[in-house]
């Protein structure tokens, strides 16, 4: 019987040496280079460039964000695109608490992302008509937010959209601020379409601050004479007489010897019930009138 065909070729001296295929140094080294070559056809900036451009994740890319995800769970470009993706699905206190954190990233693009998402998971909040004691509290997350955001660049869509949450929940000083800050890029046109359009929502203290806003940038005394009475009757228009009072005065500037708009101030103080300041815009009305005109409105 013939020996076991592993022992049929062994030496008197032992086993025959084998043959190396490549040392552990050149083995190492064709490693990296294949790296190097992933990373040259498929660079990770591009590839996560392309993620965030997609709307929606095919099953192929959603499986490689899973598995980033997976390998590293601090990895905040696929924290963020997996909670894009399941955004819809995820409870919305949830969503907020896990993009929260990001939106205060140095990486501008992943910012951009979380306050997206936030946004989302704050209107989903106050759709769901929550109690007073949670409302507060969500009041407050969103002043904090708001605050940390303000310096940012935000685009335009997303910075009226934290306003416009400001003013739902009486946040409108806040609000205010955030347009300021970023709707230096609108023309005069846009604002009022916006307006218009919150309008259109039942948004009054929104279209109200869009219509001054358009005010405070108008030449002409007759646009500014306008677009201040449009904003004065947004409020109006909502009920809110004491907000339209205060921002009539905040907001007359050099309108304030117009005789046109004292006598809208006259009538505005009355329907608003406050015959002492419509009493007050009668008596600046007078006065500014030519000397054959000073009668009473």
């Known amino acids: 019987m013939l ?18 295929l490549a040392s552990a140094w050149q083995l190492l080294l064709v490693v990296l280079v294949m790296l190097t070559l992933y990373t040259l056809v498929f660079p990770k900036k591009v590839l996560l460039q392309r993620l965030y451009d997609q709307v929606e994740l095919d099953e192929l890319s959603l499986s490689y964000v899973r598995n980033l995800y997976r390998a590293d769970t601090r990895n905040a470009d696929a924290a963020l695109l997996l909670a894009r993706h399941r955004a819809a699905s995820m409870d919305a206190r949830e969503l907020e608490t896990l993009v929260r954190l990001h939106s205060r990233s140095e990486d501008p693009r992943r910012r951009a992302i979380a306050h997206e998402l936030l946004v989302l998971a704050y209107e989903r909040q106050l759709r769901a008509r929550p109690a007073a004691a949670e409302l507060a509290r969500l009041r407050e997350r969103l002043a ?25 929940l009486n946040l409108s000083e806040l609000g205010a601020q955030m347009l300021k800050r970023h709707a230096s890029a609108l023309t005069l046109a846009d604002l009022e379409q916006l307006a218009h359009e919150a309008m259109s929502r039942q ?6 601050h869009y219509f001054l806003l358009a005010r405070a940038r108008s030449t002409e005394l007759v646009q500014a ?21 205060q921002a009539a005065q905040a907001h007359l500037g050099n309108l304030e010897t117009d005789l046109a708009t004292l006598r809208y101030l006259v009538r505005l103080a ?3 019930g406050d015959p002492p300041l419509a009493a007050r815009y009668a008596r600046q009305l007078v006065f500014h009138l030519p000397g054959g005109e000073r009668k009473a409105p």
């Not at 449009?230 to 007489?241: D, E, K, P, R, S």
């Open 203 to 208: 948004e009054y203290a929104w279209a109200s």
């Open 3 to 20: 020996p076991d065909r592993s022992k049929r070729y062994a030496s008197a001296d032992g086993e025959i040496p084998r043959q190396r």
């Open 270 to 272: 009355l329907a608003a």
């Open 225 to 245: 004479r306008r677009r201040y009475q449009l904003g004065i009757n947004a409020l109006t228009a909502g009920g809110l007489y004491p907000q339209a009072l």
């Open 144 to 168: 904090e937010v708001m605050r940390q955001a303000m310096n940012d660049p935000l685009p335009e869509a997303l910075a009226h959209s934290y306003a416009a949450l400001a003013y739902r």
